[in-house]
T-cell receptor, first 114, second 111 residues
């Protein structure tokens, strides 16, 4: 693994189903983020984690949950998917060791909820 | 909360200069960034500027920051077809690693 990986690459999901998007990084970054990207709305922060064991709510957290059991993994769960959660989801990480805090992004997961 | 705004679309001819503009509201911004997203990929940092700087140049890229007007711009000289992408402006407030992204500007380069 090099950088950030996300799985699955894409998924079609029936409304009401539960879904977990996976994110793993191998850079030992302390902070991780989940964003959704929608046309005309840019990137919106769903949840974030400043360090393992802590999480926080972003701009659009409703309907999503996260956990950060260790440094490397930051899964995003949709407990009961709805069509408005159709989007492209990006995981990212950054390190406080960098003064300018560059965020490194995964390749994204395209999710369609029908 | 913080807000970052950009125009959604820009079209330029190959060889011309492109200027992508951004406005933001957070007066405590410490770093401002430009990220590039190529089709089907995640974002990658293109360049950044610290808030006490007015300008930063990096090869074909020039970043201008007007802190008084909270306006950031990215100029790409001699724009190439490979520059076609979505460009996101972003800002980071003091003391946090969280970053607020703009809506993104899709740059189309016409051969």
């Amino acid at each position: 693994i090099a950088g950030i990986t996300q799985a699955p690459t894409s998924q079609i999901l029936a409304a009401g189903r539960r879904m977990t998007l996976r994110c793993t990084q191998d850079m030992r970054h302390n902070a991780m983020y989940w964003y959704r990207q929608d046309l005309g709305l840019g990137l919106r922060l769903i949840h974030y984690s400043n360090t393992a064991g802590t999480t926080g709510k972003g701009e659009v957290p409703d309907g999503y949950s996260v956990s950060r059991a260790n440094t490397d993994d930051f899964p995003l769960t949709l407990a009961s998917a709805v069509p408005s959660q159709t989007s492209v989801y990006f995981c990212a990480s950054s390190t406080e060791a960098s003064s300018y805090n560059e965020q490194f992004f995964g390749p994204g997961t395209r999710l369609t909820v029908l | 909360g913080e807000d970052v705004e950009q125009s959604l679309f820009l079209s330029v001819r190959e060889g011309d200069s492109s200027v992508i503009n951004c406005t933001y509201t957070d007066s405590s911004s410490t770093y401002l960034y430009w990220y590039k997203q190529e089709p089907g990929a995640g974002l990658q940092l293109l360049t950044y500027i610290f808030s006490n700087m007015d300008m930063k140049q990096d090869q074909r890229l020039t970043v201008l920051l007007n802190k008084k007007d909270k306006h950031l711009s990215l100029r790409i000289a001699d724009t190439q077809t490979g520059d076609s992408a979505i460009y996101f402006c972003a800002e980071r407030g003091g003391g946090y690693q969280k970053v607020t992204f703009g809506t993104g500007t899709k740059l189309q380069v016409i051969p």
